[in-house]
């Protein structure tokens, strides 16, 4: 199945400058890629059920669960400086 494309027009829309041997190098490739692509459209996938990956992968994310923590009232009583419940810090990148 030959499908004529002008790697030097591909070339000139893409602002590259290619040398002869390049152009010809990348027609030859270019070949070789349709080739497999037309050997892959030849397999018969009728009796295949449709997915959305070739694995059956399961969601690695663990569910969110709200676990016992630290009391966050005797948390703050013990920070050096608290403003509306949060921890004041200094500033990490110093702007002035």
């Known amino acids: 199945m030959p499908i004529d494309i002008d790697i030097a027009h591909v070339a000139r829309l893409a602002r590259l400058a290619l040398s002869d041997e390049a152009l010809e190098g990348y027609a030859n490739q270019l070949a070789l890629i349709l080739e497999h692509a037309a050997r ?17 992968l399961a969601s690695r994310f663990r569910p969110d669960e709200v676990e016992p923590s630290l009391d966050r ?17 200094p500033p990490a990148l110093d702007m002035g």
Do not use: W
């Not at 892959?40 to 059956?56: F, G, I, K």
């Not at 948390?75 to 403003?83: D, S």
């Open 40 to 56: 892959v459209q030849e397999v018969d996938a009728t009796q295949l059920e449709p997915t959305s990956h070739p694995l059956n």
């Open 73 to 89: 009232d005797e948390v703050l009583a013990q920070a050096p400086e608290v403003k509306g419940g949060y921890f004041v810090v």
